[in-house]
C-alpha cells in the first residue's frame, strides 16, 4: 500500500511569486485535505478536494487555490506569496469525506518564501 | 466555535517515566471525534487514535492509554514507560459532523525523552 506522497520537500520563494505543491493520495482513497502549518503551531484547515471538487475550505483568501485530479492526486496552489505563507504544507487523502474517516498524512512540503 | 486547547508547549521526562499530555476541547456539536496525532522531525502527521463522542470508554493500546471524559471536555494521553522514540511533537484535534472531515488542531506539546 502506497502512502501519502507529496513533492518537492522544500522550496524558496521569493514574495509575490507563484508555488504549486503536489499531492499524490494513498491506494484508494479519493479524498484529498490539504493543511498549513506554521512554526510551533497546529496544521490548519485549507481545503479539501472530493471527486475532483472543492468540498469544504477553511479560512484562506482566494490566492490559495487547488486541484484534483481523476487518479485523486491534487495540487495546491499559491499566488502572490507573501511572507507569511512560509510553512509546512502537508496533504492528507482519506478513503471518504467525513469527519468519521481518519487522514493519512505526507511527510508536508516546506515552504519558504523570502 | 470549536477549539482545542494543549496548555502544555514542551515536556521533558527521563526513560522509563510515565507522562500524562493534556487536551482540553470546546464543541457546539453533540457529535463530534477527538483524534490524537504525532509529528517525528520527519514532519509527517501518524494517527494515534480516534474517539467519537458518544464513546468514553478509556483506551489502552501497548503503552499508550486515553481518558476521554465529556464531563470537563478532556481526553487526555498517557504514555507508561516512555521511550527515546517517544520524542515528537504531539496534536489533540477536533472533527465536528457538519461539514469536510476539517481536522481543528492544538498548538502541539512537545515531549522530549532523555535516555
Known amino acids: 500500500e502506497t502512502g501519502v506522497t507529496q513533492s518537492p520537500t522544500h522550496l524558496i520563494k521569493t514574495r509575490g511569486q507563484q508555488v504549486t505543491l503536489r499531492c499524490s493520495s494513498q491506494?484508494?482513497?479519493?479524498?484529498v485535505s490539504w493543511y498549513q502549518q506554521a512554526l510551533g503551531q497546529g496544521p490548519q484547515f485549507i481545503f479539501q478536494?472530493?471527486?475532483?471538487?472543492?468540498?469544504g475550505r477553511g479560512n484562506f483568501p482566494p490566492r490559495f487555490s487547488g486541484l484534483q485530479f481523476p487518479n485523486y492526486s491534487s495540487e495546491l496552489n499559491v499566488n502572490a506569496l507573501e511572507l507569511d505563507d512560509s510553512a509546512l504544507y502537508l496533504c492528507?487523502?482519506?478513503?471518504?469525506?467525513?469527519?468519521?474517516?481518519?487522514?493519512?498524512f505526507g511527510n508536508g512540503t516546506r515552504l519558504t518564501v523570502t | 466555535a470549536q477549539k482545542v486547547t494543549q496548555a502544555q508547549t514542551e515536556i521533558s521526562v527521563v526513560e522509563k517515566e510515565d507522562v500524562t499530555l493534556d487536551c482540553v476541547y470546546e464543541?457546539?456539536?453533540?457529535?463530534?471525534?477527538l483524534f490524537w496525532y504525532k509529528q517525528p522531525p520527519s514532519g509527517e502527521l501518524v494517527f494515534l487514535i480516534r474517539?467519537?463522542?458518544?464513546?468514553?470508554q478509556n483506551e489502552i493500546s501497548g503503552r499508550y492509554s486515553w481518558n476521554f471524559q465529556k464531563s470537563t471536555s478532556s481526553f487526555n494521553f498517557t504514555i507508561t514507560a516512555s521511550q527515546v522514540v517517544d520524542s515528537a511533537v504531539y496534536f489533540c484535534?477536533?472533527?465536528?459532523?457538519?461539514?469536510?472531515?476539517?481536522?481543528?488542531f492544538g498548538t502541539g506539546t512537545r515531549l522530549t525523552v532523555i535516555p
Open positions: 492528507a487523502s482519506s478513503w471518504r469525506p467525513g469527519y468519521n474517516s481518519p487522514l493519512h
Open positions: 491506494s484508494g482513497h479519493n479524498t
Open positions: 478536494y472530493y471527486r475532483e471538487e472543492e468540498n
Open positions: 464543541t457546539r456539536d453533540t457529535t463530534y471525534y
Open positions: 474517539r467519537n463522542s458518544f464513546d468514553e
Open positions: 484535534a477536533l472533527s465536528e459532523e457538519t461539514g469536510a472531515n476539517n481536522l481543528f
